[in-house]
């Protein structure tokens, strides 16, 4: 699998000259990250991964990931990236629209009556767009919160098709897509939109045995613990810290595990695009939705706190004709929808929170958020380790503001503490009283939006 994908990156589209002809209107200028040997791809390919820990991929600094390495390596790889929130549901919301969802006036699962949990009828994403121009467009998603289904929020909007394949493991999965490329194919007058969203690796973490090495871990399970695994880690404060730090590593085993199965599942469905021809005139975007958490802030998941376990992210856009470059400005995931309606010349009807991926300038700041509200919100945060219904981040460059509606604030220099766990907050620091520009507006942003949160506590460096 890994020759074909560094194969692939040095291929160039102008080895073909029966592209489809896109539907009025055409591409327009490229950017000046995004350079493309001849048109902009007509074809799409979205590739987007939960939960997945950035530092755990071999690019930057992990292992077990050949495949997607290979993929970074030929692409324009976006390094540092970054969520608009730390789960699915939000954060797939920005991907998709270019806004976060309270903009749109609704939040995933909010548990408050006062707050939609479904987006309105007429919220756009760039899938949308693309169909309205006559693109034949299609999601195949593992995760039910990203889907079709009422009661995680109905969020996959804008698809002429969805399949809601309810936690179908990767190579299950790959073999669907490679399949539904096919049928699309089939239609070559038609241009299309594919958009495969694997699972893998959500807890619980179970991977295939093979790829597992549990011969150095402490003896703490006799089994495999993937059945228990979510039991176990209700379990995990009421442990000894011997019992915790082996709980610990034998996560991080499986969810390497989990990591490097998915790694496999990715090289495949790159050699079966590839040998149908599919990726002879399309252009591949990469994403992963958020991180996961392994006990840096007392807790296990995502969705909980917004420390850059759970925040920091990837994007990647590949082609054939698209020449590989690597960029290290701050993007998060509003730009890629932004990138994307302008690489294909789609206006949006409203205003993007987002840019096309390149063109910000190098002190732009990101803003990261996260909301549990109404009823059972406060179980909720204290089940998975939170203090508070409001978490709000800004990044700029390497330096990370965080600050709950609590007021619990911290301050991260992500360049020497790249986990960002030594706080080094202080009112007087020069840094953080220019943050609070924009994390003071930030504030005002949701107290607009949720009066019912009442006053923020001292919002102020």
């Known amino acids: 699998m890994l020759p074909t994908l560094l194969m692939l990156a040095c291929h160039s589209q102008s080895d073909s000259d029966d592209s489809p002809t896109l539907p009025e209107p055409g591409p327009t200028t490229q950017s000046a990250l995004l350079q493309f040997t001849g048109n902009v791809p007509t074809n799409l390919l979205i590739v987007t991964l939960d939960t997945t820990r950035w530092d755990k991929i071999g690019r930057y600094g992990g292992s077990s990931t050949p495949e997607l390495d290979a993929f970074l390596a030929g692409a ?41 949990d479904i987006p309105p009828v007429d919220w756009e994403t760039f899938p949308g767009r693309m169909s309205d121009a006559g693109w034949h467009s299609r999601l195949l998603s593992a995760n039910p919160v990203f889907g079709t289904k009422p009661e995680y929020g109905d969020l996959a909007r804008g698809y002429d098709e969805v399949s809601d394949l309810q936690w179908m493991n990767g190579a299950e999965l790959t073999a669907l897509a490679a399949d539904s490329a096919a049928e699309l194919l089939a239609e070559p007058d038609v241009p299309w939109l594919l958009h495969v969203h694997y699972v893998d ?96 802030r007392n807790a296990f998941g995502h969705g909980i706190l917004l420390g850059p376990e759970e925040t920091r992210a990837m994007g990647a856009f590949w082609s054939k004709s698209l020449v590989p470059a690597t960029w290290t400005g701050t993007t998060f995931h509003s730009d890629l929808a932004a990138t994307l309606l302008d690489l294909y010349g789609l206006e949006p009807s409203a205003p993007l929170e987002g840019q096309m991926v390149g063109s910000a300038p190098p002190d732009r700041v990101v803003p990261i958020w996260n909301l549990w509200s109404g009823i059972g919100a406060d179980e909720f945060a204290v089940n998975w380790g939170g203090t508070a219904d409001v978490y709000l981040s800004v990044v700029r460059g390497d330096l990370q503001m965080n600050y709950a509606w609590d007021g619990n604030r911290a301050l991260y220099h992500l360049d020497t503490d790249p986990q960002g766990l030594i706080d080094v907050y202080e009112a007087s620091d020069p840094d953080v009283v220019a943050l609070w520009t924009s994390m003071g507006a930030l504030v005002e942003e949701v107290r607009g939006y949720y009066p019912l949160f009442g006053d923020p506590v001292n919002p102020a460096p």
């Open 201 to 296: 690796p959500h807890g619980p973490y179970c991977p295939p045995e093979e790829l597992l090495d549990t011969s150095g871990l402490p003896v703490i399970f006799t089994d495999d613990i993937c059945d228990d695994f979510h039991m176990s880690r209700g379990l995990y404060w009421d442990q000894t810290p011997e019992w915790q730090a082996a709980f610990t590593e034998w996560s991080l085993e499986y969810y390497r595990a989990e990591i490097a199965a998915w790694d496999a599942a990715f090289g495949d469905l790159i050699e079966e695009m590839d040998l149908i021809g599919a990726l002879e005139d399309t252009l591949i975007v990469f994403a992963t939705d958020h991180g996961e958490q392994f006990g840096e």
């Open 76 to 116: 324009v790889s976006l390094d540092a990236h970054r969520s608009c929130s730390n789960w699915t549901g939000p954060s797939m919301t920005c991907f998709l629209s270019g806004r976060m969802p309270a903009a749109a006036g609704f939040w995933p699962l909010s548990s408050d009556p006062n707050i939609p």
